[in-house]
């Protein structure tokens, strides 16, 4: 079954930047909507990027024109590019991969996420 793990977080300043990887094992991916979210204590976790298998993206009004989602399916691998970063950017971040049944979708696989402070 496939297992994801997330890479790349740290501490930022404000303004400053951090890529995020995301790499998939025994799968592969490259047929899936891939998803990047984040959350931070006590509050719901909250759906930040989404990338089709076509590499076609779709971000929160949040982070929209700051973060970049990109896929190298031979690589079996996501990227999240993090820009411009704000204080109220810090959470752990979260890669899933998407399923559909029917009409409705829903994330079977999670990374344990990576940690990203901007302070």
């Known amino acids: 079954h496939v297992q994801l793990v997330e890479s790349g977080g740290g501490l930022a300043q404000p303004g400053g930047s951090l890529t995020l990887s995301c790499v998939a094992s025994?799968?592969?991916?490259?047929?899936?909507?891939m998803g990047w979210f984040r959350q931070v204590p006590d509050k719901e976790r909250e759906g930040v990027a989404g990338?089709?298998?076509?590499?076609?993206?779709s971000y929160a009004d949040s982070v929209k024109g700051r973060f970049t989602g990109s896929r190298d399916n031979a690589k079996n691998t996501l990227n999240l590019e993090l820009n411009s970063l704000e204080i109220q950017d810090t959470a752990t971040y979260y890669c899933a991969r998407q399923r559909t049944n029917g009409g409705s979708r829903y994330f079977d696989v999670w990374g344990q996420g990576t940690q990203v402070t901007v302070s």
């Open positions: 990338i089709e298998s076509d590499g076609s993206t």
């Open positions: 025994g799968d592969t991916i490259g047929r899936y909507c």
